[in-house]
């Protein structure tokens, strides 16, 4: 007999457990609010999250936008740099500067 007294009241603790959990997660759900342990409504700040997503959203499509250039810009350097023209240039005022030096 006791051992069935026992498991009714571990099932019905678990029970009220899960009912209580599926009825918080509804209120916040659908934008109820919430109570504090003193029973006084506690609304979710759900419109500063929000806001804050949107700002950082921003940011992150201008960073995007300035990394995409700087890729670009260091693609036209490399270019420049590993171009034959380049070295050539180099390499002729190294003999200018290198004639100057002997005179």
């Given at each position: 007999m006791e051992l069935i007294t026992e498991t009714t009241v571990i099932v019905g603790v678990a029970i009220m457990t899960v009912g209580w959990i599926a009825n918080t997660w509804m209120r916040m759900k659908h934008g109820y609010p919430l109570e504090n342990?003193?029973?006084?409504?506690?609304?979710?700040?759900?419109?500063?999250?929000?806001?804050?997503?949107?700002?950082?959203t921003q940011e992150n499509a201008e960073l995007r936008a300035e990394l995409g250039s700087m890729k670009d810009r260091l693609a036209n350097v490399e270019r420049i740099v590993t171009d034959s023209g380049y070295h050539l240039t180099t390499e002729i005022e190294s003999l200018r500067e290198g004639r100057k030096d002997a005179n």
């Open positions: 342990s003193w029973g006084k409504a506690v609304y979710p700040k759900n419109d500063q999250a929000i806001e804050r997503v949107k700002l950082l």
